[in-house]
């Protein structure tokens, strides 16, 4: 939100005030239009003006105060951020994060999977993949496929989600 125009002038005073020197309707235009640019709010800009003429006794432009008012919201910024990094290094230290957080993520992202139906890469753990696979000639350690017969991706493998009843006979006949 922009100043008014009543604020700039409130803001001009104060600076007048300070340096004496007379302002007119051109300034008022030039100081509204710098304070929509970098959204001053009327508090921070009185601030500005204030810290300035407090520890520099120079001719003040709209720059100046943009200036101040920037380095005002940076430094409140990095404490924010510094307190929450504080909170965070305490949490971390008390454990209240960690395994549980992302169990709780990882039962999310499976929930939202089963929702949308996601096909998942077949586990390794199946005792099967130890053997190759008769019927589809999938190697030792490789997922069993079946493959595309017809459109656009004829020919192309598509990895099952488990294995064929071929192989896991192979596997008790120990056929290796």
């Known amino acids: 939100?922009?100043?008014?125009?009543?604020?700039?002038?409130?803001?001009?005073?104060?600076?007048?005030?300070?340096?004496?020197r007379q302002r007119g309707e051109a300034d008022v235009v030039a100081w509204m239009d710098s304070a929509a640019r970098?959204?001053?709010?009327?508090?921070?800009?009185?601030?500005?003006?204030?810290?300035?003429?407090?520890?520099?006794?120079?001719?003040?432009?709209?720059?100046?105060?943009?200036?101040?008012?920037?380095?005002?919201?940076?430094?409140?910024?990095?404490a924010r951020l510094a307190e929450l990094g504080a909170a965070k290094r305490a949490e971390l230290e008390a454990g209240t994060t960690g395994p549980a957080d992302s169990e709780r993520v990882r039962s999310a992202v499976e929930a939202v999977a089963n929702r949308?139906?996601?096909?998942?890469?077949?586990?390794?753990?199946?005792?099967?993949?130890?053997?190759?696979?008769?019927?589809?000639?999938?190697?030792?350690?490789?997922?069993?496929?079946?493959?595309?017969?017809?459109?656009?991706?004829?020919?192309e493998f598509v990895p099952l989600a488990g294995v064929h009843v071929s192989r896991v006979e192979a596997l008790t006949n120990g056929d290796r």
Request: hydrophobic letters at 40%.
């Open 1 to 20: 939100m922009s100043l008014t125009q009543n604020e700039i002038v409130g803001v001009l005073k104060v600076a007048t005030a300070y340096d004496g």
């Open 38 to 78: 970098a959204e001053w709010t009327y508090p921070e800009a009185l601030e500005a003006v204030k810290d300035h003429f407090a520890f520099d006794g120079s001719w003040i432009g709209p720059a100046v105060v943009t200036k101040r008012i920037q380095a005002r919201r940076d430094a409140a910024e990095r």
């Open 116 to 155: 949308l139906g996601w096909q998942r890469k077949p586990k390794k753990t199946h005792a099967a993949l130890a053997v190759a696979c008769p019927h589809c000639q999938a190697a030792p350690g490789r997922p069993c496929a079946r493959v595309i017969r017809r459109g656009h991706r004829a020919g």
